[in-house]
């Protein structure tokens, strides 16, 4: 298995978050970092403070030099996705080819709401994000791009200059819807992130994507199969290691931890010291 965090910007300082981001960049236990994309504070206070997901990645991509980053994962609808592949492009030139370009269809009602972003029905959305995930991978691979979608209209456009990765900065999908979603996924994306529930249910929809794949004629190993592990409060690192060899038992490939709020680097490598002797890590 591999090692990933993940600290979400809200109910956080600046300061302490981009610690936790500075002392994982030295712990070589962890592949890379992830923040998310939200403008509320979510399963909280949503009247609490939440620093922009894709600023504070690109300010993040500067204070450290080798993990790589991504966002878990970017709400396709907040963004047109010409802006988005655009911010792409950008940030894995500053970042020298770092970026995991992390997407959804988005789902948050509260805060689409109160900005006036239309979000739409469930299809919607996903009609929505099916167009951008071709949208965002011909800006970001293609010299110019003609698409003609119900949603989005794009004629001979350009992308300059596109980051170093080639063809394009992995694209990473969040979800567990199994009809749209890991469809989507099978067809579009490197990697996949569970986004919460039991080892037996990420083992179900793991294999709902393998089928989706296998309806493509896709191998499904060349798919990153990731999963949120939440560092619960009170938790020991014994324990929380338990967990998540329950889902490496059922083929999971990354574990992101997510760090609880207060962040604090103190927490890094205890939990580093806990990887390395669980046995899980991947030499």
């Not at 993040?60 to 966002?71: D, F, P, V």
């Amino acid at each position: 298995m591999r090692f990933a965090f993940k600290t979400s910007p809200q109910n956080t300082t600046w300061a302490d978050m981009l610690a936790v981001w500075r002392a994982a960049d030295q712990i070589d236990v962890f592949e890379s970092g992830w923040t998310f994309d939200h403008f509320y504070p979510i399963f909280s206070d949503s009247t609490g403070p939440c620093l922009e997901g894709w600023t504070t990645l690109t300010a993040l991509a500067q204070a450290t030099t080798r993990l790589r980053l991504g966002t878990l994962v970017t709400g396709i609808h907040y963004r047109h996705p010409a802006v988005l592949a655009n911010m792409a492009a950008a940030l894995d030139v500053i970042s020298d080819g770092r970026l995991e370009l992390g997407i959804g269809a988005g789902w948050n009602e509260e805060e689409s709401g109160a900005y006036g972003i239309e979000l739409g029905t469930v299809r919607e959305r996903l009609d929505r994000f099916e167009e951008a995930c071709q949208v965002l991978i011909g800006l970001l691979s293609q010299e110019t791009t003609d698409f003609d979608g119900k949603f989005y209209q794009l004629k001979e456009a350009r992308n300059e200059p596109k980051g170093p990765q080639r063809p394009h900065p992995p694209i990473c999908i969040g979800g567990n819807g199994e009809k749209r979603t890991l469809r989507i996924t099978a067809r579009y994306a490197q990697h996949w992130n569970f986004v919460g529930g039991t080892a037996e249910e990420f083992a179900h929809k793991r294999s709902v994507l393998a089928a989706h794949c296998a309806d493509i004629g896709r191998d499904p190993a060349e798919i990153t199969l990731s999963a949120h592990q939440r560092l619960e409060p009170g938790q020991s690192n014994a324990e929380f290691m338990e967990q998540i060899a329950a889902f490496e038992e059922k083929g999971l490939d990354l574990a992101i931890i997510y760090i609880p709020t207060p962040h604090d680097p103190a927490v890094l490598e205890p939990l580093a010291e806990a990887i390395r002797d669980s046995g899980l890590l991947k030499s």
